[in-house]
């Protein structure tokens, strides 16, 4: 039960045998003031291409706050620039 309820707080974690462990990828999370100032987009921006599927999701932290995992967001950014 706990293990189930850990695995949907915390999607980011990778299933591995009987135990949760990291991802090994996973080096930080960024909020959305950090996702702004890196990426130069704007808050409404950012969600509406979510909607569309140009920008990558966020992961939930809990009932009212998200945030994006840093990689992802370096990926799309470097996918941009091309």
Known sequence: MANEIEQLSMPFLK????????????????????VRHKTGLGRSTIYRWMDEGRFPKPVRLGARSVAWIEHEIDDWLMSWSK
């Open 15 to 34: 299933e591995t045998g009987n135990d949760a462990s990291r991802n090994t990828d996973i080096k930080r999370v960024l909020r959305i003031k950090e």
